[in-house]
């Protein structure tokens, strides 16, 4: 079990546009599992490989349901309708959470470790955990599409109000 740094923003790396992963091997392998293993560690729902340094098409998502952790790489959101306006924080923007308009259910496609096609579909709570993590790819973090944004930090000493 490896723990990765989570880098915070403003680290360039978060608005890169990550770049597509062309070799399926035990380094990518490696990598996923400690994907899982960081985003376990801080008590996330998602985590993409531009959250950990790296800027490649790779994220890691369990929202503690019955998919469990789903790995994808070179995920593309190819299906999305109705819109669901709801909470999400980012674990590399400590202490701010925001209201964000996505998408309700969407469909994903992309590649498992070993380089085969998997395709996902997602509804509500997954789709926006998935929607989220592929935006960290394309260098967009939650912060620039919320529609009001609040500390949740400021929340939890005031109790919670």
């Excluded at 293993?37 to 994220?59: C, F, H, N, W």
């Excluded at 959470?97 to 590649?111: C, K, S």
């Amino acid at each position: 079990m490896s723990i990765r740094i989570i880098v915070k923003e403003p680290d360039p790396v978060l608005r890169e546009v990550a770049k597509e992963v062309t070799k399926f091997n035990s380094n990518l392998q490696k990598l996923l599992k400690d994907m899982a293993d960081t985003m376990y560690d801080a008590e996330g729902v998602g985590l993409a490989a531009p959250q950990i340094g790296i800027s490649k098409r790779i994220i890691v998502v369990d929202v503690g349901d019955e998919n469990g952790l789903i790995e994808m790489v070179n995920p593309v959101i190819v299906e999305q309708e109705g819109e669901q306006l709801g909470p999400e924080g980012c674990l590399s923007i400590p202490n701010l959470n925001g209201d964000v308009l996505r998408a309700d259910r969407i469909v994903v496609t992309g590649q498992d470790s070993s380089g085969q096609t998997i395709k996902v579909e997602a509804q509500g709570y997954l789709a926006r955990a998935f929607q989220h993590e592929v935006d960290h790819l394309n260098g967009i973090l939650f912060t620039d599409l919320a529609e009001s944004i609040y500390d949740i930090s400021e929340r939890a000493r005031k109790g919670g109000e």
